[in-house]
């Protein structure tokens, strides 16, 4: 495993498999009730330069059921706000703690804390990726079909932060990745060029029931990403097409999955009734950001 996990990209099929296996085992002695303090004495920092609820809380949680405990730093409230460079916090962390997990706008950012810093970074949720998102939802789709090769993945919305990670997990996974989209807010080109590596595995439109055709899982995000409150009004017209609804459900597999990383926005990227009707999925979709994340946190800072 490598020191951080910054971004799928940066990431094996192996080493993605080992954490979804190692994330199922975490799950188990949790159900059980068998106390797990692998991480016993360790310190994980917490920025966060923007909103949370799922990512903070199971970052938190994770590391308290694993012995350890958490330090939040805001923006607001810690010395980032007023910048302080990257470089000099990543230091002073090092000093103090076992890994940083961290949530902000640019991936430059958590790269060049992660050069600076001594001990694991985890990525947290950028612009450009969400990596601890799609390792939860990897889990959640192979404990709900058994298996992730050989399925098709279909994402529908922005081609944001969500878009990139899916098509970086799913097809290093096996998965063939159909992503519906407008045509002026495709993915990231560095993701355009990996997905181009897969040929036959991938494929990009902005025809919506053309990627949902036969596909297994439904996957969808919000419409305006967070730093982009201000287009609202101008992405509602762009994306209102941009939806799982009982149309789209209809051209899907049968029992095809519905995903959604949520915060959900019903009546704008997913309708209440797929929603509701696939509540289950979606809810052990975020129970799973805890599995995953104690994973990633025991198998980077475990020989800190
Ligand atoms: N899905 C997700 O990362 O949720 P939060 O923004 O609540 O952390
Ligand atoms: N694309 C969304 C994901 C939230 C988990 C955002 O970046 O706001």
Known sequence: ?????????????????????????????????????????????????????????????????????????????????????????????????????????????????????????????????????????????????????????????????????LIAGGLKTGMKVAIACPGTYQPDPVMMEFAAQYPGMFQCTPDILEAAKDADVLYTDVWASMGQEGEFNERKEIFKDYQINDTVMGVAAEKAMVLHCLPAHRGEEITAEVFDAHADEIFDEAENRLHAQKAVMYLLMKNQ
Do not use: W
Request: hydrophobic fraction near 40%.
């Open 1 to 165: 495993m490598k020191k951080d996990l910054l971004k799928l990209l940066d990431l094996s099929t192996e080493e993605i498999l080992e954490i979804l296996d190692v994330a199922d085992q975490l799950k188990d002695m949790k159900k059980k009730g068998i106390p797990h303090p692998f991480l016993a004495g360790k310190t994980l920092a917490m920025i966060f330069e923007k909103n949370s609820t799922r990512t903070r809380v199971s970052f938190e949680a994770g590391i308290y059921q694993l012995g350890g405990n958490a330090i939040f730093l805001s923006d607001k409230d810690s010395q980032i706000g007023r910048n302080e460079p990257v470089e000099d916090t990543a230091r002073v962390l090092s000093r103090f703690c076992d890994g940083i997990m961290i949530r902000t706008y640019a991936q430059e950012e958590v790269e060049t804390l992660a050069k600076y810093a001594t001990i694991p970074v985890i990525n947290g949720l950028t612009d450009f990726c969400h990596p601890c998102q799609v390792l939860a939802d990897l889990q959640t789709i192979r404990e709900h079909k058994g298996k992730l090769e050989g399925l098709k993945l279909c994402y529908i919305g922005d081609g944001n932060n969500m878009a990139n990670s």
